[in-house]
Every structure is written in C-alpha cells, then in structure tokens.
C-alpha cells in the first residue's frame, strides 16, 4: 500500500515562531523516520505528507493514498486535532486513529468528563471557568489545568490549589497563558496511572497498567525531563485492574480507535478516577508513554505499530500483509 504520514514537525513549527511548550506535542524525525522504517520493512511505500498545510495543496492537485497515518495535533483551537481527519473523511480516504468528534471531545477536558460522567464512569467532580470565580463550589484541595492542552502543558506545582487565593491565581494565571478556559477539579492524591488500549469497539483491548511515581507534579516540565523525576512499572493488582477496566469502558464509550492512552489516578479511597483520553498518543520510539508502557509489557515498537495498523486496516477492509515488496520510503 501507499501510506501518507501526516505529523506536525516540531522543528516546522519553531521556525515560525512557538516556544518549547507551544512546540511540546509536535513530533521529531525520529518518529516519523521510525514510522516509515516501519512501513517499508513490511512492503509498503511511506509518502511524507507533513502537516495540514501540506495536505490540502496535495489533496488540491489530485494526490491520494491507500491510507493515512494520521498524528496531526494542530495548532490552533479545541478542534485542531480534528482537523486532519476531517479533510480526510471529505476526501474519503481512510486514515489511522480516531474521527474527528472523538478527537475533539477527548481534547476538551470539560466535555469530555460530562460525557464520562453522565455515563457513570468515575471521574472527579470538576468545574470549568473562564475566569477566577468568586465561589467554585467544590471542596479544597483543587487541581487546574488548561481545558483544552495535552503534554502537560499548563501544569506545575502551582495546579495544586489549597484555598481561594491561590485558586484565582491558577485560573487568571492559566487563562491569560492560553486564552482558554480551565478546567477546576477535585484533587486525586492517590496513585497515578496510564493504560495503553489497541482496537476499536468491541475489539478493543488494553495492553497493559502502567504507574508512574514522580517526585514533582507530573506536568509539562517533569514529562521534559521525565528520567530525572518518574520512574514507570507495569502492574497488575486489584487497584489497577480496576483501573484497567475502567479505561477500557472509557475508550469504547467515547469511540477511540486503532489505539491510545487513558490517564486515571485515584481518590483517597483508592477508586481510579479518569482523568484524560489521548486517542493521538505520542510514538516516540523510546520516549512515550505508550511505548514505554509496551515495552514493559515485553512488547517491541515494532509489534505496537503492527498492531495500529492491523487494526485500522481491519476497520476499512485493507490487507496489511497483502503485499510483501520492499519499496523506498518517499
């Protein structure tokens, strides 16, 4: 097959002007050369498509793909995640991972708990503010973060708020930062985890609990530096089957495909408590979570990107093994 890859280059970015944390969910070429390593050990050709202003001139002039690797995380707005897939689906191309209102859902903090809230799955009461309330009508301690980031992004030692004051200065703080709004929510002090999930629907299935023990507050800065403040284990106890479990209901509910992250961490009775749904997980070869988190499973980078594809190529009728010739990645 011919494979596009889609994928906001850190370094592209830069040049125009975004700083570290603005640049924190974009890619570098070792995850793209990674990918398309991949696809030409498996007889498929990988096209370099790059990000969304790439796609629309190519699109424009005719060009199309068997399928698309879609890791386009956007720039601007709570729907720039969707924006790839959408243009996508306009063209009736299949691409790899979730549909456009599954990617803007799981981006937006505060739609996404009341979708998992209404449902019954357990999340944290929570707020969202635009601006620094008089009364939040929850109980301290609280945690803020911006609505509608990832990567950490927005959160430090500061998230974690005790009282009113230190509450208005969060929100004010993080609205100005990102001109967005702020999610509020009861604080979780228990143990953190991370679950990786393949599959879509029914087929869906999770490859493993990961916890992460940090020594700071594991946002933006600790993520950056993460071999000097977390360490990871996969584990299997009763509290992570739980919440094991729990994140597989919340990926089937929300409709996540091919793969991706659910994040949870537990109240002070020990109950895992969702928190975030990455259906655009990162892939770094060494350095992301999910990958980590296989590779604790005694699973290689390789079988995980296998195991992606298999099941993107499932949902649209692909033969992923059909072709076993060795072409040179575009």
Same mark, same amino acid.
């Given at each position: *097959?011919?494979?596009?890859?889609?994928?906001?280059?850190?370094?592209?970015?830069? =040049?125009?002007?975004?700083?570290?944390? &603005?640049?924190?969910?974009?890619?570098?070429?070792?995850?793209?050369?990674?990918?398309?390593?991949?696809?030409?050990?498996?007889?498929?050709?990988? %096209?370099?498509?790059?990000?969304? #202003?790439?796609?629309?001139?190519?699109?424009?002039? $005719?060009?199309?793909?068997?399928?698309?690797?879609?890791?386009?995380? /956007?720039?601007?707005?709570?729907?720039?995640?969707?924006? %790839?897939?959408?243009?996508?689906?306009?063209?009736?191309?299949?691409?790899?991972? !979730?549909?456009?209102?599954?990617?803007?859902?799981?981006?937006?903090?505060?739609?996404?708990?009341?979708?998992?809230?209404?449902?019954?799955?357990?999340?944290?009461?929570?707020?969202?503010?635009?601006?620094?309330?008089?009364? %939040?009508?929850?109980?301290?301690?609280?945690?803020?973060?911006?609505?509608?980031?990832?990567? /950490?992004? &927005?959160?430090?030692?500061? !998230?974690?708020?005790?009282?009113?004051?230190?509450?208005?200065?969060?929100?004010?703080?993080?609205?100005?930062?990102?001109?967005? #709004?702020?999610?509020?929510?009861?604080?979780?002090? /228990?143990?953190?985890?991370?679950?990786?999930?393949?599959? !879509?629907?029914?087929?869906?299935?999770?490859?493993?609990? *990961?916890?992460?023990?940090?020594?700071?507050?594991?946002?933006?800065?600790?993520?950056?530096?993460?071999?000097?403040?977390?360490?990871?284990?996969? %584990?299997?106890?009763?509290?992570?089957?739980?919440? $094991?479990?729990?994140?597989? =209901?919340?990926?089937?509910?929300? &409709?996540?495909?091919? &793969?991706?992250?659910?994040?949870?961490? !537990?109240?002070?009775?020990? #109950?895992? *408590?969702?928190?975030?749904?990455?259906?655009?997980?990162?892939?770094?070869?060494?350095?992301?979570?999910?990958?980590?988190?296989?590779?604790?499973?005694?699973?290689?980078?390789?079988?995980?990107?296998? #195991?992606?594809?298999? =099941?993107?190529?499932?949902?649209? $009728?692909?033969?992923?093994?059909?072709?076993?010739?060795?072409?040179?990645?575009?």
């Amino acid at each position: *097959m011919r494979i596009g890859l889609t994928y906001d280059l850190a370094e592209d970015w830069a =040049a125009e002007g975004l700083d570290a944390e &603005g640049l924190a969910e974009f890619d570098t070429p070792e995850t793209i050369d990674a990918v398309a390593d991949f696809l030409h050990q498996n007889g498929h050709r990988a %096209v370099r498509i790059g990000r969304a #202003q790439a796609l629309v001139p190519l699109l424009a002039e $005719g060009e199309r793909w068997d399928l698309v690797f879609n890791i386009c995380e /956007g720039v601007r707005g709570a729907g720039r995640e969707a924006l %790839v897939p959408a243009v996508l689906d306009a063209y009736a191309i299949p691409y790899v991972f !979730s549909d456009p209102l599954v990617l803007a859902i799981a981006l937006h903090k505060g739609h996404l708990k009341r979708l998992l809230r209404d449902a019954g799955l357990p999340t944290a009461p929570f707020a969202v503010l635009d601006s620094p309330p008089d009364q %939040v009508g929850l109980p301290f301690p609280l945690f803020v973060k911006p609505i509608a980031e990832g990567t /950490g992004k &927005g959160i430090d030692a500061t !998230s974690l708020c005790r009282d009113k004051c230190e509450l208005a200065c969060a929100v004010a703080r993080l609205t100005a930062r990102f001109g967005q #709004q702020v999610l509020v929510e009861t604080y979780l002090p /228990g143990r953190e985890f991370t679950v990786g999930v393949l599959g !879509s629907g029914a087929h869906a299935r999770i490859i493993g609990v *990961m916890e992460i023990i940090s020594d700071a507050t594991y946002g933006f800065d600790t993520k950056k530096h993460y071999r000097d403040h977390v360490s990871y284990r996969l %584990v299997k106890d009763e509290e992570a089957i739980i919440a $094991g479990n729990v994140a597989l =209901a919340a990926w089937r509910l929300l &409709g996540g495909r091919d &793969g991706g992250r659910i994040d949870l961490k !537990s109240d002070t009775e020990g #109950q895992p *408590m969702l928190l975030e749904i990455n259906p655009l997980a990162g892939l770094h070869p060494i350095d992301s979570d999910l990958v980590i988190l296989a590779r604790l499973a005694g699973h290689s980078y390789e079988w995980l990107l296998e #195991q992606i594809f298999a =099941a993107a190529c499932g949902r649209f $009728g692909l033969a992923w093994h059909e072709r076993r010739e060795r072409f040179a990645a575009d």
